[in-house]
Every structure is written in structure tokens, then in C-alpha cells.
């Protein structure tokens, strides 16, 4: 079984920064594509950023040039740099991500994380 558990949450002023981690654990064999999502109150979840296993990385446009994902295929962690936070963007962070495991192929996701913006 897959888990993937996130930590970095928290209350910040505007213009702050944040770090968020989601760690995978389980009998993986490989992660592909590792993704960061969003959902704020009465709003659809949405995709803020992507990064696939060789490093390469997609953001939704209102957080391009302030936050920032990276991966350690080693642990099985992906990363979320929160900087500049407006209070838009206050919202439950979840993380996604393909896994190869044991039991074959899943699309797996975390149980959030809240981020606060707010002064």
C-alpha cells in the first residue's frame, strides 16, 4: 500500500514563504509525475504545479515566478516552495502522484495540508 503524507502547513503573513513536503512511502518501485494541487474554500481543487521524474516542471500561471517544485527521487519526496504568498492563496495543499508499486499502477494522494495567509 502507498501512503503519502504532507507537512509544512501553517499560518504566514502576506508576502511570506512556506515550505511543503509529501513524502511517498510503500512498496514503490518508481514515482512518475509528483504534482502539488490546491482547494480553497467553495473553489475547485486545481493543479499548481507538476514536476515529472527527470526534473521537469509546469506551474499554473498566478504562481509562476513564486513558488517553486523539486523532487528527491532518492526519498520519494516532492517539495512545494511557497514565496511572495498572497492571502489568495490561502487554500488545503494536496499532493498527487503516478506510482509503480507491488500491486501495480495508482495515482495516489495525500490528505492535505492548510495553507493560511493572512495577516
Known amino acids: 500500500q502507498v501512503q503519502l503524507v504532507e507537512s509544512g502547513g501553517g499560518l504566514v503573513q502576506p508576502g511570506g514563504s512556506l515550505r511543503l513536503s509529501c513524502a511517498a512511502s510503500?512498496?514503490?518501485?518508481?514515482?512518475?509525475?509528483m504534482n502539488w494541487y490546491r482547494q480553497a474554500p467553495g473553489k475547485e481543487r486545481e493543479l499548481v504545479a507538476s514536476?515529472?521524474?527527470?526534473?521537469?516542471?509546469n506551474y499554473e500561471d498566478s504562481v509562476k515566478n513564486r513558488f517553486a517544485i523539486s523532487r528527491d527521487n532518492a526519498k520519494n519526496t516532492v517539495y512545494l516552495q511557497l514565496n511572495s504568498l498572497k492571502p489568495e492563496d490561502t487554500a488545503v495543499y494536496y499532493c498527487?502522484?503516478?506510482?509503480?508499486?507491488?500491486?501495480?499502477?495508482?495515482?495516489?494522494w495525500g490528505q492535505g495540508t492548510q495553507v493560511t495567509v493572512s495577516s
Open positions: 498527487n502522484a503516478d506510482v509503480i508499486s507491488q500491486i501495480g499502477g495508482g495515482n495516489y
Open positions: 510503500g512498496s514503490i518501485f518508481r514515482i512518475n509525475n
Open positions: 514536476i515529472t521524474r527527470h526534473g521537469n516542471t
